[in-house]
């Protein structure tokens, strides 16, 4: 279907370094909140989730940063689905700043766990139901 | 010459996750920290090159996460270097878990900017005659 | 005149610990980004008061930890001002969970410093306007 | 006795704000990274005291900011115990810069708690043993 989802959020000013940049370390927290951001707009929040027995390691994590976020800017996360297979799936994402550059681009590999035993599991129908509507 | 850096410390507490795993955005601050520790065994302390003039903001990074870290564990981040050029570099890690298993294998990707205006800048001698004894 | 600002965000994931509880740290956090936006409602955004020439580094935190914040859920802090020097200004916050329970109560103080040289300076008028509205 | 726990380390980059001080949040980390590392040197590691089914959540924090640390800077925390109750203990820290100046005054007050139902419960044997050689 090709529907993307948003996320929108100001920069923290704990998030910045001494170079005035946002730390490359925390585009992985603005990719893990705009997932759980998807979620919970199609009403099945993480929480909610985890407690129905699903965790998600990630697997795999690239990123290209290719201009820096600076304090006090309004920043957007797109997120979309590059595929599901049974037990695993991939999320693009596009961090777009306030005059609409690209800040970084990159992609996420999860596992879908069983929290019991750490066993892989499939992914859960209701929420392959949501995310497929996601796939690029 | 194949010299690798090994940077050993303790996960903190903070920095594990209600999956009880160290969080993913973690093994960047990890990263970073044994670049870090690097060039201070070296005798060129990070703070120093900032006040030199550079900075080295990250490009891209890559991160297999191949088996999780949990809290309490005294782990291992070698670091080397994939790649010198004029502008820029490239370092290769591994996280290494107390019983020898690879939490994660990653690499990550710097410019080096002038920090008055943000210009690309040669890597200055004294931080490149540090770094090639760790090109892999 | 006692206006209260409010503030309200949904917990990140990477934000709670291995007891299921957002880190003791956290509460800061959530302190400052209240305080920004606090200034950025009155259409004066932090980063705006920084290039103007001030910065604010704390000089002392109370905190009183009454329950405890899970993940997922939605929190609101409540920031007003206990007093305002010529040098120095003291916050209160109160954090609220979903159920209207006090999560935290507590205060920060702040030093308004001139960032050029570290000295005490003024609040500037401009700032002190603001925040005057929120006195208790 | 009047036994201090010394606990050294380096600041992190990604720890020091835009101002080029340690953000004010830090110092909670670094404080239980002191209060870890005492359990830690005395054979009782934190892990095992949550697999012993305890857990210790912050009831009170407080923090006296005295002159601020930067970036590169090699920082001790002295720990202490400034009492035990039955179900709950009280810390002392004092972070000391390189120059020996004090950076930051505080203490945090804890309960003990049993992890499987959130009940206050006896501080535990072994642990108590410990604690009350550094009672100021």
Do not use: W
Request: with cysteine; net charge neutral.
């Amino acid at each position: 279907m090709n529907v993307n989802h948003e996320y929108k959020f100001f920069v923290r000013y704990s998030e910045v370094d001494p170079m005035k940049f946002v730390h490359n370390s925390k585009y992985l927290v603005y990719f893990e909140e705009a997932r759980i951001d998807l979620v919970r707009k199609n009403n099945y929040p993480y929480n909610q989730i985890e407690s129905d027995g699903y965790i998600f390691p990630m697997s795999e994590a690239k990123l290209e940063y290719k201009s820096s976020i600076y304090y006090g800017e309004y920043i957007k996360v797109i997120v979309s689905l590059a595929y599901l297979k049974n037990f695993s799936m991939k999320f693009n994402y596009k961090i777009i700043k306030p005059d609409g550059k690209i800040a970084c681009e990159g992609y996420t590999v999860h596992a879908c766990v069983d929290k019991r035993n750490n066993d892989f599991v499939d992914i859960p129908e209701k929420l392959r139901m949501i995310l497929e509507k996601y796939i690029d």
